[in-house]
């Protein structure tokens, strides 16, 4: 039995930044995809899954598990090559197919193309995990420029519109969207104004996106993470913030990504075909308000 307060490292963590959008390797402590622990039992057997920004944090634990319960993975990226091609290894160590693909999720026709891929690489798709962000910290509306403004909308929303049109009419009955909204949905982070506005949108377009899609047997739901311990926040946020981050829980840590993972494969499986609409809070006790 472990005790869910020590079950991954706790405050503080050593000072450090990095360059957005971030690199797992340079991480202090490195963060646990599940690598060593993730046991599957066929729950996705013969499925096929695009994932966005699956290249590191809670998408490259999604990769891992979700090829351990017998899918084929399309690796979508921004430029993280080394993250990326790191997450394939695991994913083929499971003895399933991987396809990485870097680029721009904020831009339609790149939405389109990875889509395409998935159908000519890996033959069907049936799941779609909606998971790129992007995120940076200011104190002020001031420093919020209009063009950070659009790329997190384009990068947090847009994309999943432009991906869940796309996959949809390939999409058969018993297929599944699986979304990642956030905490900051129901209680905003101030300092995280454009990520956490694009958060709440996240958790409206999932409930809506779900009673369109009812009618064809496909299920969409969304994950809503607290803090979770991903190179997003050494590079988006300051130093004295990631030293302290994950303390404001009732658990008094943040979530490693392998501790998210079980909840997408959940949202993912037969087992919730009765699930869909709902908001999965994973946030180590903080309530979603």
């Known amino acids: 039995m472990t005790d869910p307060k020590t079950a991954g490292p706790t405050p503080p963590q050593p000072k450090q930044q990095q360059r957005p959008p971030g690199e797992t390797a340079a991480m202090t402590p490195r963060p646990d995809h599940g690598e060593e622990s993730y046991r599957g039992s066929g729950k996705l057997e013969g499925r096929v899954a695009l994932i966005t920004g699956a290249d590191s944090g809670i998408g490259r634990a999604v990769a891992i598990a979700f090829a351990r319960e017998g899918a084929d993975v399309l690796i979508s990226y921004l430029d993280e090559h080394d993250d990326a091609h790191e997450t394939a290894e695991w994913v083929i160590k499971a003895g399933r197919r991987a396809v990485t693909v870097a ?97 709440g949108a996240i958790a409206n377009f999932t409930a809506g996106l779900a009673q369109l899609l009812a009618e064809k047997g496909i299920r969409v739901n969304c994950v809503a993470p607290g803090p979770v311990w991903t190179p997003l926040i050494p590079s988006t946020m300051p130093p004295e913030r990631v030293e302290s981050f994950g303390s404001n829980t009732p658990l008094g840590r943040a979530a490693q990504p392998a501790e998210l993972a079980p909840a997408y494969v959940l949202l ?20 979603m308000l």
């Open 103 to 199: 680029g721009d999720v904020g831009d339609e026709n790149h939405c389109r193309m990875l889509v395409e891929r998935t159908l000519r690489d890996l033959g069907r798709i049936d799941i779609l995990v909606n998971n790129a962000a992007y995120q940076m910290t200011h104190e002020t509306i001031e420093e919020i420029t209009a063009e950070e403004w659009d790329h997190t909308f384009r990068t947090n929303i847009h994309s999943q519109f432009y991906l869940s049109k796309a996959a949809v009419p390939h999409m058969k009955p018993g297929s599944a969207i699986v979304n990642t909204s956030s905490i900051n949905s129901k209680s905003p982070s101030p300092t995280l104004l454009p990520y956490a506005t694009t958060k």
């Open 268 to 287: 993912a499986s037969p087992e919730a075909s009765y699930i869909t609409g709902a908001v999965l809070a994973v946030t180590g006790g903080r309530p």
